[in-house]
């Protein structure tokens, strides 16, 4: 489907509003939402568990070697299902079709190939990162690709049909064998083997469990034209999934070969606290707006565009607050959650936070190039913009982890920006509804830092100033938006009413 500027609205409603025929959608959506933020959340949440316990047995430069490995592992991971799994979604079939065995086939060849090239490569990644001495453990960490990319179509089908419930059992049985194999092994003084096989142990469940509830089987014979078809849709998809990595995944690899595994240890864990406290949200998010915005394309230009101002509101109102939320709550939560010996990721942690706060501007508009049919348009951004970032990592990382952590935060201004301009003539959007969306998140801001901020330069850190600052933070948040941004509340309470109280569509 080509999308065109006639996308462009053609009244001027309000912005915000749900689109008419649309309620039976939202409420698909909001449900899915909360599912999968029950799924990706809870698994979060019990990973983050196991890291605090993690940190007061392990070394900084144990996690700092399997960040390394884990880093290079997302390069290759993105590659698995070829963007095939982004097809699945796009087209939205009904069950296991031949399209779907032949995405599947293609899957399970990759998936092996790549784990041969990382385990044939592992001697010359290990001794990059300063570690020739841990070759076997670089060596079976890639054995998660195998695992990992046999459930890759799997759960492409229980994404394409909003069966979020399922993936929740997935992907919480997944961490909770991984947390509890890895604390066992970590006791048992096996250093960063434990975090390595805890994960593996967390996959071999999950491929399982996947294989139950999606039972799809390989085809016996690639149909040419099929795989063809599904390679045209996935290559743009796969190339935008390489570079948004590069992007992500690059000032891990810098620092650690630059700086040595110790150091890029503590960068980890200034990064875990953004990770669970606003990432997490934003992949739930980006999990569903696929699928949600492909559909809802299919109803027309104004809930396309609608859809996709009312997901900026939203996501902007909770990446702002956090972002800066977090960012105060560093100096105190860094030494209270991990212990005093990681207070060198505290300055780290505060410029990451607010990187990641404003990122939520590029994940409410980034499900829409792929949903119209245009993942290119995003590929061409985002591949321009890459090579920025790299070198200001490199150039920064001679001066520590805290000037790569400020390298994130400036282009993260500089590329939601773009992103979200180019996202506006996607949907036919305009800056001034754009900017109209993200207001109550300013609100939101402003409450903030005006209760929060205070409160944590006036007490000493500890677990009761952590509690206190968190408390006026929410306090200030709800205060800013029952005075400056009320319908935003109202919206809110409206989708969670469609949840609790749902309503057949008229």
């Not at 900026?312 to 709550?329: E, H, K, M, P, Q």
Request: aromatic share 8%; net charge positive; with cysteine.
């Amino acid at each position: 489907m080509r999308v065109t500027r006639s996308f462009r609205r053609a009244s001027s409603g309000d912005s915000c509003a749900t689109p008419p025929q649309a309620g039976s959608l939202t409420t698909r959506a909001v449900r899915s939402f909360l599912w999968s933020a029950l799924s990706f959340g809870s698994s979060k949440l019990i990973v983050f568990g196991i890291t605090l316990v993690l940190t007061r047995l392990l070394a900084p430069a144990d996690f700092g070697l399997v960040a390394a490995g884990l880093t290079l592992i997302a390069f290759l991971e993105i590659a698995l299902d070829l963007g095939v799994g982004a097809a699945v979604v796009y087209e939205q079939e009904h069950g296991i079709s031949d399209r779907v065995r032949t995405a599947y086939t293609l899957n399970l060849v990759l998936a092996a190939a790549l784990a041969l090239l990382g385990i044939i490569a592992a001697p010359a990644i290990a001794a990059f990162f300063r570690a020739p001495d841990d070759v076997d453990l670089f060596r079976v960490l890639f054995l998660y690709l195998i695992l990992r990319g046999g459930s890759q179509v799997q759960t492409a089908v229980l994404q394409r049909d909003l069966r979020y419930r399922e993936r929740t059992v997935i992907d919480v049985s997944r961490a909770v064998v991984r947390g509890t194999l890895s604390v066992a092994l970590a006791l048992a003084d096996t250093g960063a083997w434990a975090i390595v096989l805890g994960m593996l142990g967390g996959e071999v469940v999950g491929l399982a469990m996947a294989a139950f509830y999606v039972r799809v089987r390989p085809a016996v014979r690639l149909q040419r034209s099929v795989a063809a078809s599904l390679l045209r849709f996935g290559a743009a998809v796969l190339a935008l999934k390489v570079v948004n990595t590069l992007l992500s995944g690059s000032d891990f690899i810098i620092v650690g070969g630059r700086l040595g595994p110790e150091e890029l240890g503590f960068y980890t864990i200034a990064y875990r606290l953004p990770e669970l406290g606003i990432e997490t949200v934003y992949w739930i998010f980006s999990s569903v707006a696929f699928a949600v915005y492909s559909k809802a394309r299919q109803q027309g230009p104004e809930a396309f565009r609608g859809s996709m101002l009312r997901a900026l509101r939203l996501t902007t109102l909770f990446g702002f607050s956090a972002g800066v939320g977090l960012a105060i709550l560093a100096p105190t939560a860094v030494p209270v959650l991990f212990s005093d010996s990681w207070t060198p990721a505290v300055n780290a942690c505060v410029l990451l936070s607010l990187a990641t706060g404003l990122a939520s501007i590029g994940y409410a508009s980034g499900d829409i190039f792929p949903a119209v049919g245009r993942p290119g348009a995003l590929l061409g951004l985002t591949a321009l913009m890459a090579p920025l970032a790299v070198a200001g990592f490199w150039f920064a990382a001679p001066y520590g982890i805290t000037a790569v952590a400020a390298v994130h935060l400036a282009f993260q201004v500089l590329f939601c920006t773009a992103r979200l301009h180019v996202a506006n003539r996607l949907v036919g959007s305009t800056w001034r509804e754009s900017a109209v969306a993200v207001g109550p998140a300013l609100a939101s801001v402003l409450g903030i830092v005006a209760l929060a901020l205070p409160v944590s330069l006036l007490l000493s850190p500890g677990p009761l100033s952590l509690v206190a600052i968190l408390a006026s933070g929410v306090v200030g948040s709800l205060l800013a938006l029952l005075l400056l941004a009320r319908p935003t509340l109202v919206d809110i309470r409206g989708l969670l009413d469609l949840v609790l109280r749902p309503k057949s569509p008229t």
